[in-house]
Each structure stands twice: as C-alpha cells, then as structure tokens.
C-alpha cells in the first residue's frame, strides 16, 4: 500500500468513528464573546479563567515590553534569552506560591516533561495517576524510571503501588491538582500522607488550580493547607500569558536549572510575554473579586445543569464537563451548541475513556448571569434536538 493511501484510509477512519479534528479559526481577542469563522459565539470553552489574557493593562504590559526588548528571546536562557523580566516573573511566581524559588519554562508541556523526565532515575519508580494529563504521561515515558499507575484518586491502590515499589530507590507520586477533563480535585491531604509513611516525592501539576483555588488562589496546596515537595505550573490559563513553571526548594530549581533538557535546550520566552504574565500574578493577588466571582458562576453553572438532569462531572472548579457518551453524539452535541450560539467543543478519545465523551464547559470570571443563562438554553435546546424521538 502507498504512504499516502494508508494515511487516508486512517484518516477517514477518524471520521467514521466521530474522532476527527479541525481547526477553528479564532477573529477576535479571548472575551466572552468570540468571532470564530465570521460567527458570534458565546466562549464557553476557554481556560482564560480570570479574563486576564484581554486585560487592558496586561495587553500594555507587552507593548511597553516589545518596544524595549523586541519580540524574541533570541536563544536559551542560558545563553542570550534571560533578561530582568524572566527573573523578576520567577521571583513573584514563588512569592505568590509561597515557595522559596521557581524556574521559568516556555510552556506547562515543557515544565512537565522537563521537570519528571530530569528527576526520576533508572532505579527509581513513579506513580501516576491514570487521568494524569499528557504532558505528566510524556514527562514519564521520557523518564529512566518505571512507571506505575494508579487508579483515578484511589488512595487505596495508591498505596497498594507504593508497598510494591518498595524495593526503587526513590518513588515519585505524580498527579494533576485540577483533572483538565473532569474537574475534579486530587485528594491530596491523602497523597502526602502516603507519601511520608512510604517515603515518597510528590510533584503537583497545578495547571488548572493556580490562580483559582485557595483563599489567595495560590493552588491547590492553598485550598488544603498542605505542601508538596514540587509545584508544576502554566502562565496560559489563569494567568492569561503563555509559558510554564516549577516552584520548590532553592535546591530543586538549581538542580532543574543545570538538569532539566527542556529549560537547557528551549528558547527562553519573549521578555514581553514575562513582563505581561508578571502584571498579571501581581493583578491576581491584588483583585481576589475575581476569583470570588468565577467561583459563584461555576456553582450556579453547574447547579442549574444538573437540575435539568445533565450528567455534570467535577466539584469547585470552573472546569464544567457534561457527560454525553459516544464520540459521535458529543461531536452532533457541540454542533448544535454552536447552532444556539455556544462554542464548547466535544472531547473525545484518546482524550478521555470511549463511552466517555463530554462536553467540557468552562467559566471565565467575566461571564454576567445572563451568559450562564445562555449556556443552560443552549444546552436544553441541543438535547431537544439530539434526542431520539
């Protein structure tokens, strides 16, 4: 068979199975309301969950930073690509976080696979739990060490693996701190106390947690009160920006500094987008209102859904899945949201589980009651329509 015809019978076979992608094509800046494909939509699927990637003072940030510095880096922080701004940003991302020092990255992909890849060893063992994100479960593959997974928040297979992973030199237990998909909450008061009766490291990926869980929205070591050994981060959702970072020890960020091959060999990010995401970590901890806010829309979002009998996955979170099944209904799903004027793409597999397909709603803090109202119809309506008669 040629190359070509065998990618397009797999191609096609993607759409028979209601698991192909295209892009669309974003007009406008990320507000609750959107231009995509000439159409007005209603953004319900957008991580920017503190509606600071349009803020006036972070866009001014940027320019004032570009008409200095330029639009690139230019090379690794390591060599030409490190300026005042990326080690002001790390400064205030530690302070924020309550930890004594952070490392910059260009991406959360990369902090992920940076950080697990350069600390586990061949002799050593990571636990993982089995909703990890991609980006953990790259950092593990790219990693010496042996993986083992755990059931999703089973602390009793958790523990389970660590008894067996005993005989490892050293053992990482590795989970998401908001699960990107089903908006949940890792339990971690749990993992850390496995993880000092079993000896263990545990690496946090709070992603979708900083900026909006805990009394200052430090994450979700805040929203427990407990402390884990090593905080992976992004600046691409809460905090609007683009980039990634890991917070810990003075210790662990000299050693990721000299280790971590996706720090070393990356080009750094662009001095204006350090200098936007900075004003915006000093935003978000001067305008708690915000975060008060996107908390009150996501429980009346998720309240009002389940009242109409939706499946609604998640707790406490803006992230708002809605459980439809198969890859095909939630694709004819989202296309009939997308009728009513919301935008909510379906997921599908390998994204999440077969049979599992959902629509993953998101909340920014500058929706209105009305933009709650607008999803909880479109939703009513789309059912209306895709339901068999």
Known sequence: M?????LMDATEQLKAEGKYRQLQTMESSPSPIVTINGRHYLMAASNNYLSLAADERIKQ???DAIKTYGVGSTGSRLTTGNTHHHIELEESIA??????????FSSGYLANVGVISSLVGKEDCILSDELNHASIIDGCRLSKGKTMIYQHVNMKDLESKLKESQSYKRRFIVTDGVFSMDGNIAPLPNIVELAKKYDAFVIVDDAHATGVLGESGRGTCEYYGVNVDATIGTLSKAIGAEGGFVVGSHQLIDYLRNKARTFIFQTGLPPAVAFAANRAVKMMEQDPERRRRLYQLQ???????RNLDFHVLGEDTPIIPVLI????EAVHFAEQLKEFGVFAPAIRPPTVPEGMSRIRLTVMASFTEEHIEMIVKAFEKARTVTTPK
Not at 2 to 6: E, I, L, M, V
Not at 95 to 104: H, I, Q, T
Not at 325 to 328: D, H, L, N, R, T
């Open 2 to 6: 040629h190359t070509r015809d065998w």
């Open 95 to 104: 302070r924020f976080k309550g930890e004594e020092a952070c490392l910059l």
């Open 325 to 328: 099944g198969g890859a095909k």
């Open 61 to 63: 940030a940027a320019i």
């Open 299 to 305: 429980k009346s979002l998720r309240k009002k859904l």
